[in-house]
């Protein structure tokens, strides 16, 4: 896993490091760090121009000391002061290796640079950037120069990945002692560019982590052993489909299918259960009518999806009652979420269950479930997806730039798959069939919902091509890929 802490905890580790280590080490570490990453960007360093954009903060102490550093291997450095005062150490040490301070004004500089080094603001920046930081850090984002951020880019918030305004976009960004949630969840991924983590040593002094990323080896779906038999594979009902949309049904049980399900019961109307018939003969489907006894009807299974392309209506809002009042998981999705949005009732029932349910919801979809605002969602997906997980009782998987999973006090996991191509009509039908045949297969809520995410995402790049070179592509592609995902896993 990789694993992101937020900044309270970053501070209090580096707080319980510095007390056992002599002054200014850590800074030492962290601007040792930074310097050679720089130096590996650069096709040389004598002779480069470098400009440093600095702070009033530690941020601008560790870039002044990198710069320092790179002027002593022969960069020509300049740094840009955009606090009314620097870090003194800092500012001596570059001095002393021949670089220069300049007042902010001077951003001919940054034009001809080679490489900026943005030193604004990290881990204590907050709210929107202030002049002349806002100014500096556009000028830099539009140069030609490698733009490198200390830590964090600047207006990004390094806890949540929230950005109010401007902020640095930076072709690298060298963080410290641990990943920040910001640098991997979307608006601030987006301004990061690749990550590197630089070891200050802060390991054994860091708590547990708030958000973590899986790396392939942490994704590990159920496997079929010599005893398994299709119920013992897990068995997974969709209802899903309406005469309006009947592909989302066609979509989701294909992907329960491909998913791993030892079977798939289909329910719904007798348009869309003709179709899931026609396209997955290995389904067993029936056609059902809401009602008291519809899921003894459908029969028996390990966990239930519910709501692609279940239209409004009651019809919608009966059956997805009829699931949440089962005593297996359940994933609710779709128009299942927006019945969920509109009815006390189904609210109530979701607040009572005892086995888990899983929610995965778009922004939109989100914005009706919790009454907010869509943008509010988008410019903070962290905070809302734990909201979600908290008032809705549920493990939430929040669609969208970043998937975000999250449950209940434990760290939220963001998803590091996936590709632009996905936002596009069905992908969700696909991700709901394939996390239901995950739950199924006995994997934990949590469990389920990530590995889903991860696989969905995998298969969607696998479909799209290779990078930079890849094509548009439809749920049905993300669907025939989700075999080739499973694949790449260990
Ligand atoms: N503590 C350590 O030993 C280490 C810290 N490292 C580096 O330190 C920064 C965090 O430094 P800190 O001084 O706490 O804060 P910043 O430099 O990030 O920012 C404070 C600075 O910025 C101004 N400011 C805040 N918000 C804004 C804004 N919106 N617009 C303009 N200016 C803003 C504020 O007034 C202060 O002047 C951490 O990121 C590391 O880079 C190293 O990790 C080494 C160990
Ligand atoms: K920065």
Redesign the pocket.
């Known amino acids: 896993m990789r694993y992101a802490h937020e900044v309270d905890k970053v501070?209090a580790a580096?707080q319980a490091l510095?007390a056992r280590l002599p002054d200014g080490t850590?800074?030492a570490?962290?601007a040792a760090g930074l310097a050679a990453v720089c130096a590996r960007l650069l096709p040389r360093v004598y002779g480069a121009r470098v400009v440093l954009l600095v702070?009033?903060?530690?941020?601008?102490?560790?870039t002044l000391y990198a710069g320092a550093l790179l002027a002593r291997r022969g960069a020509r450095v300049v740094a840009l002061r955009?606090?009314t005062s620097v870090h003194e150490g800092g500012a001596a040490a570059l001095r002393a290796a021949g670089g220069r301070l300049l007042p902010p004004d001077a951003t001919g500089e940054i034009d001809t640079a080679d490489l900026v080094i943005d030193?604004?603001?990290?881990?204590?920046?907050?709210?929107?950037?202030?002049e002349p930081?806002?100014t500096l850090a556009r000028r830099a984002s539009a140069a030609p120069a490698t733009l490198v951020a200390?830590?964090?880019p600047s207006?990004v918030d390094?806890s949540t990945g929230a950005v109010a305004g401007t902020a640095v976009h930076a072709d690298v960004t060298v963080t410290?002692?641990t990943h920040k949630p910001g640098l991997i969840i979307d608006p601030g991924a987006a301004h990061c560019g690749v990550v590197e983590l630089v070891d200050?040593g802060l390991g054994a002094d860091l708590p547990d982590p708030d958000v973590v990323a899986a790396r392939p080896d942490d994704v590990r779906p159920p496997e079929p052993g010599p005893e398994s038999d299709k119920y013992r594979r897990g068995v997974v009902g969709v209802i899903a489909g309406s005469g309006t949309f009947p592909g989302a049904a066609v979509l989701a049980a294909g992907a329960a299918v491909r998913g791993g399900a030892g079977m798939v019961r289909f329910a719904s109307d007798a348009h869309a259960v003709e179709l899931v018939r026609q396209r997955w003969p290995e389904t067993v489907t029936r056609v059902v009518e809401p009602g008291p006894d519809v899921l003894a009807e459908i029969g028996r299974v390990q966990a239930w999806v519910v709501g692609p392309g279940l239209g409004g209506g009651e019809r919608a809002e009966a059956l997805v009652g009829a699931v949440l009042a089962s005593d297996v998981p359940v994933l609710v999705d779709a128009d299942g979420l927006n019945a969920v949005s509109r009815s006390d009732a189904l609210r109530r029932a979701l607040l009572c269950r005892d086995v888990p349910t899983v929610l995965t919801p778009h922004a939109g979809e989100l914005a009706r479930l919790l009454r907010v605002d869509r943008d509010a969602i988008e410019a903070r997906r962290l905070e809302h997806a734990r909201r979600a997980a908290v008032e809705l009782g549920a493990t939430v998987l929040l669609k969208g730039s970043t998937t975000l999973v999250a449950e209940l006090d434990r760290p939220v996991r963001v998803n590091p798959t996936g590709t632009a191509w996905l936002a596009t009509a069905g992908t969700g039908d696909v991700l709901s069939g394939l996390v239901g045949a995950l739950l199924a297969g006995g994997m934990a809520a949590l469990e389920a919902a990530a590995a889903g995410a991860y696989l969905h995402g995998l298969a969607a790049r696998l479909a799209s091509g290779r990078e930079g070179r890849e094509a548009p592509i439809s749920a049905e592609d993300v669907l025939r890929a989700i075999p080739d995902a499973f694949r790449t896993l260990d």
């Open positions: 501070r580096e510095m850590l800074m570490r962290a702070g009033g903060g530690a941020n601008g102490g560790d955009a606090g030193g604004l603001t990290g881990i204590g920046g907050s709210g929107g950037l202030r930081h806002a200390c830590d964090v207006g390094a410290f002692g200050i």
